[in-house]
C-alpha cells in the first residue's frame, strides 16, 4: 500500500523559513518523479513542484521560483520542500504527490503550513 | 499560469448524470493528452478519478468517465449517487513543464 506522510508543518512568520519533508512507503520511491502540491484554506489546488526520480531535474511554479527548493533523498525514500521568504499567500495545506508521468496518483494526508506575525 | 475554468457549482438528483467542464488553451488542455480529474471530500485529501484525458485507475467506479474537444475537457458523473457529493478538480499538463489545476466545482446531491 502506498504511503505518503507529510511533516514539519507549522506556524511561521512573514519572511521565515520552513522545511517540510515526506516519508514514502510502498512503492519503489527511487523510480518515480514526486510533487508538492498546495491548497490555501477554502481555495483550490494548486501545483508547486516536482523532481525527477534521480533529482536531476527540478521544476517550480512561478509564484516560488527563487524560494522554495524541492529536494529528495532515495536512500531515505524522502522527498523535501525547503520554503524560505514566507508570506502570507503562502498559507496552505502542502501534500506531498506522487507523480504517475502525467498525473497525480497518490496523495498524503498533507501538512499545514501558516504564516502569519 | 492561470487556473483553468470550471464551473463553480453543479448539482443533480439521485441517478441522474451531470457534466463538469474544464476549460483552457491550446498551451495546456488543448496542447496535451494529459487532463487528469480529482476528487475531494471535506477535510480529506484529493483523489485521482482520471487521467489522461479518458482513464480510470484501478478502483474508480465506471459511472465516470470524461473527454476532451479542443481546449474543453469535460467529467460526466453517471447515475449520480450520494457519496460523488464533492470537490472536483481537472489538471492539465502545460507548457515549461508546469501543471495547472481547475478553479474547482462543488457537486451537489439534491
Known amino acids: 500500500e502506498v504511503q505518503l506522510v507529510e511533516s514539519g508543518g507549522g506556524l511561521v512568520q512573514p519572511g521565515g523559513s520552513l522545511r517540510l519533508s515526506c516519508a514514502a512507503s510502498?512503492?519503489?520511491?527511487?523510480?518515480?518523479?514526486m510533487s508538492w502540491v498546495r491548497q490555501a484554506p477554502g481555495k483550490g489546488l494548486e501545483w508547486v513542484a516536482k523532481?525527477?526520480?534521480?533529482?536531476?531535474?527540478?521544476y517550480y511554479v512561478d509564484s516560488v521560483k527563487g524560494r522554495f527548493t524541492i529536494s529528495r533523498d532515495n536512500a531515505e525514500n524522502s522527498v523535501y520542500l525547503q520554503m524560505n521568504s514566507l508570506t502570507a499567500e503562502d498559507t496552505a495545506i502542502y501534500y506531498c504527490?506522487?507523480?504517475?508521468?502525467?498525473?497525480?496518483?497518490?496523495w498524503g494526508q498533507g501538512a499545514l503550513v501558516t504564516v502569519s506575525s | 499560469q492561470s487556473a483553468l475554468t470550471q464551473p463553480a457549482s453543479v448539482s443533480g438528483s439521485p441517478g441522474q448524470s451531470i457534466t463538469i467542464s474544464c476549460t483552457g488553451t491550446?498551451?495546456?488542455?488543448?496542447?496535451?493528452?494529459?487532463v487528469s480529474w480529482y476528487q475531494q471530500h471535506p477535510g480529506k485529501a484529493p483523489r485521482l478519478m482520471i487521467y489522461?484525458?479518458?482513464i480510470r485507475p484501478s478502483g474508480v467506479s465506471n459511472h465516470f468517465s470524461a473527454s476532451k474537444s479542443g481546449n474543453t475537457a469535460s467529467l460526466t458523473i453517471s447515475g449520480l449517487q450520494a457519496e460523488d457529493e464533492a470537490d472536483y478538480y481537472c489538471?492539465?499538463?502545460?507548457?515549461?513543464?508546469?501543471?495547472?489545476f481547475g478553479t474547482g466545482t462543488k457537486v451537489t446531491v439534491l
Open positions: 504527490v506522487k507523480y504517475g508521468g502525467t498525473y497525480f496518483d497518490y
Open positions: 510502498g512503492f519503489t520511491f527511487r523510480s518515480f518523479w
Open positions: 523532481i525527477k526520480n534521480d533529482g536531476s531535474d527540478k
Open positions: 491550446s498551451s495546456d488542455v488543448g496542447g496535451y493528452n494529459s
Open positions: 489522461d484525458v479518458n
Open positions: 489538471c492539465s499538463y502545460s507548457a515549461s513543464s508546469a501543471y495547472l
